[in-house]
């Protein structure tokens, strides 16, 4: 088998099928025909429009022209040019109210910044050539393990627990009491208890190492990078200068299980099974016969998906009620299929968690499968498990946002319960409440696949709009 290259990049948890349809038979992508609610203007092209009475939002969505193509490439990670951005002006000839204060202000402090992913570029012939002895009893020492925490590192570490599916193994040279080993003893019994359902789902871990087990490394770092998954792991240790422990591993935070921040706590257990689903996900691409990169905002958006299945709750909806705050950027320049590495990474993770949760609500359970099983890896994904063109599922989940509970329609596209039930844990409506944009005029850039929501807050008068380069739709509500 020809060799490819794979994009190595460490997944992080913080505190934080149908057939394809023929291409003759699919729609362009948004060319004509788009759905809109009673009540709710559509800016399709430059001009003045009047704003509807009691007017309480304008949403702007990013889409590409028909020639503009985002696929699969060979690397992992979509980069727009500047040509893919869009120029877009807004000028108001009525005063703007002022609301509460700004969203992103407001809950700038509920999460942690995001620690930048690790990136690193193999060469693979997708098979992994074990090398190792994964068998363990307890007080075995497995010597060697090739850590990313706090910096790139070998660890010895030692197998204090073992269950039906699981190996706990301890970083040896950190400390811990019989305390903190019950916890993690709770811990690990626990998602044995959710690990059926989860594999139902998602399917079992991939058991390459041939032990029947997976693998958790508790090691020590900062609480607030709970957990990672290396998909180095899933490639011979000297095809990856030897970053690879070859097996089956999940790597979590003793310090997350030490604090005292009970959240800490309870958060691990969403952790192991968001780094599970990357695990999972990943053997799923690379062992068998697909193509193994894939970009960041599918698998993240399907672990956000995966912590529904925790066991916990109240702390998979206090996290997405969290990344809720974030999914809107007040700057329009956050894309939902580009992944950033900086400071502002946390609006990826929320962008993805909310379109997500978007395809859950609207096409069941069944639509998780049904992405695993496709043979794409980017936007194609989506359209091969939904069999709907990928610009219109980002309109109608624009529309959602805007729409949802608010009664303005009863289109279940775009009247998702789940979005203001408080079975994700937040009411939409009273997300957007708390947006807040002083100026009455603005210009900004566009990236495609991206959205900003302006509140209107019932001002009237006239809006012009104006823009330039891929194209943008506007949602008047």
Same mark, same amino acid.
């Given at each position: 088998?020809?060799?490819?290259?794979?994009?190595?990049?460490?997944?992080?948890?913080?505190?934080?099928?149908?057939?394809?349809?023929?291409?003759?038979?699919?729609? +362009?992508?948004?060319?004509?025909?788009?759905?809109?609610?009673?009540?709710?203007?559509?800016?399709?092209?430059?001009?003045? =429009?009047?704003?509807? +009475?009691?007017?309480?939002?304008?949403?702007?969505?990013?889409?590409?022209?028909?020639?503009?193509?985002?696929?699969?490439?060979?690397?992992?990670?979509?980069?727009?040019?500047? #040509?893919?951005?869009?120029?877009?002006?807004?000028?108001?000839?009525?005063?703007?109210?002022?609301?509460?204060? %700004?969203?992103?202000?407001?809950? #700038?402090?509920?999460?942690?910044?995001?620690?930048?992913?690790?990136?690193?570029?193999?060469?693979?012939?997708?098979?992994?050539?074990?090398?190792?002895?994964?068998?363990?009893?307890?007080?075995?020492?497995?010597?060697?393990?090739?850590?990313?925490?706090?910096?790139?590192?070998?660890?010895?570490?030692? %197998?204090?627990?073992?269950?039906?599916?699981?190996?706990?193994?301890?970083? +040896?040279?950190?400390?811990?009491?019989?305390?903190?080993?019950?916890?993690?003893?709770?811990?690990?019994?626990?998602?044995?208890?959710? &690990?059926?359902?989860?594999?139902?789902?998602? @399917?079992? &871990?991939?058991?390459?190492?041939?032990? @029947?087990?997976?693998?958790?490394?508790?090691?020590?770092?900062?609480?607030?990078?709970?957990? =990672?998954? #290396?998909?180095?792991?899933?490639?011979?240790?000297?095809?990856?200068?030897?970053?690879?422990?070859?097996?089956?591993?999940?790597?979590?935070?003793?310090?997350?299980?030490?604090?005292?921040?009970?959240?800490?706590?309870?958060?691990?257990?969403?952790?192991?099974?968001?780094?599970?689903?990357?695990?999972?996900?990943?053997?799923?691409?690379?062992? =068998?016969?697909?193509?193994?990169?894939?970009?960041?905002?599918?698998?993240?958006?399907?672990?956000?998906?995966?912590?529904?299945? #925790?066991?916990?709750?109240?702390?998979?909806?206090?996290?997405?009620?969290?990344?809720?705050?974030?999914?809107?950027?007040?700057?329009?320049?956050?894309?939902?299929?580009?992944?950033?590495?900086?400071?502002?990474?946390?609006?990826? =993770?929320?962008?993805?968690?909310?379109?997500?949760?978007?395809?859950?609500?609207?096409?069941?359970?069944?639509?998780?499968?049904?992405?695993?099983? %496709?043979?794409?890896?980017?936007?194609?994904?989506?359209?091969?498990?939904?069999?709907?063109?990928?610009?219109?599922?980002?309109?109608?989940?624009?529309?959602?946002?805007?729409?949802?509970?608010?009664?303005?329609?009863?289109?279940?596209?775009?009247?998702?319960?789940?979005?203001?039930?408080?079975?994700?844990?937040?009411?939409?409506?009273?997300?957007?409440?708390?947006?807040?944009?002083?100026?009455?005029?603005?210009?900004?850039?566009?990236?495609?696949?991206?959205?900003?929501?302006?509140?209107?807050?019932?001002?009237?008068?006239?809006?012009?709009?104006?823009?330039?380069?891929?194209?943008?739709?506007?949602?008047?509500?």
């Amino acid at each position: 088998m020809s060799f490819k290259k794979v994009f190595i990049c460490i997944s992080i948890v913080l505190l934080l099928c149908s057939c394809l349809p023929p291409d003759s038979q699919k729609e +362009e992508n948004l060319s004509g025909g788009l759905d809109v609610p009673e009540g709710v203007l559509l800016l399709e092209e430059d001009g003045i =429009y009047t704003l509807p +009475e009691n007017a309480m939002y304008a949403l702007f969505l990013c889409l590409p022209h028909e020639d503009q193509n985002y696929g699969f490439d060979g690397s992992n990670e979509t980069e727009f040019s500047p #040509s893919d951005l869009a120029k877009v002006s807004l000028r108001f000839t009525s005063p703007r109210i002022n609301g509460a204060e %700004c969203i992103h202000d407001r809950h #700038s402090d509920s999460l942690p910044l995001l620690i930048p992913k690790i990136p690193g570029t193999y060469e693979n012939n997708g098979n992994l050539g074990y090398s190792g002895d994964h068998v363990f009893e307890i007080g075995d020492v497995w010597k060697d393990v090739y850590l990313y925490y706090p910096e790139s590192r070998f660890a010895d570490v030692r %197998c204090v627990y073992i269950t039906e599916n699981v190996y706990v193994m301890i970083e +040896e040279s950190v400390e811990y009491d019989e305390e903190d080993l019950d916890d993690i003893k709770v811990l690990v019994n626990d998602f044995e208890k959710v &690990y059926p359902r989860f594999k139902e789902i998602f @399917g079992p &871990y991939s058991d390459i190492d041939k032990n @029947g087990k997976l693998i958790a490394v508790f090691g020590q770092w900062d609480e607030t990078v709970v957990g =990672y998954q #290396s998909p180095a792991d899933f490639f011979n240790d000297e095809e990856t200068d030897g970053m690879s422990n070859e097996g089956d591993v999940i790597y979590l935070s003793l310090n997350a299980v030490q604090s005292s921040d009970p959240y800490y706590n309870e958060l691990t257990r969403i952790v192991m099974v968001h780094e599970l689903q990357h695990h999972v996900f990943d053997a799923n691409r690379c062992i =068998y016969s697909h193509l193994f990169d894939s970009s960041m905002w599918i698998t993240e958006g399907l672990s956000s998906l995966a912590e529904a299945y #925790s066991g916990s709750d109240e702390i998979f909806k206090k996290r997405l009620r969290d990344l809720a705050a974030f999914f809107i950027d007040v700057d329009g320049d956050n894309s939902l299929i580009e992944w950033r590495y900086d400071e502002e990474q946390i609006y990826n =993770y929320a962008l993805s968690a909310m379109f997500f949760n978007y395809l859950k609500a609207r096409f069941g359970e069944e639509i998780i499968q049904k992405i695993y099983t %496709c043979p794409y890896n980017d936007y194609r994904m989506i359209e091969h498990a939904t069999g709907e063109d990928f610009g219109t599922l980002f309109y109608d989940f624009c529309m959602m946002v805007v729409t949802t509970g608010r009664g303005l329609t009863d289109d279940p596209r775009y009247d998702v319960k789940e979005f203001y039930d408080g079975s994700l844990g937040f009411d939409m409506s009273d997300m957007l409440s708390k947006l807040y944009l002083p100026l009455p005029d603005y210009d900004f850039n566009m990236k495609p696949y991206s959205l900003i929501v302006f509140p209107l807050n019932g001002a009237g008068g006239e809006i012009s709009f104006e823009s330039e380069g891929t194209r943008v739709l506007g949602i008047i509500v």
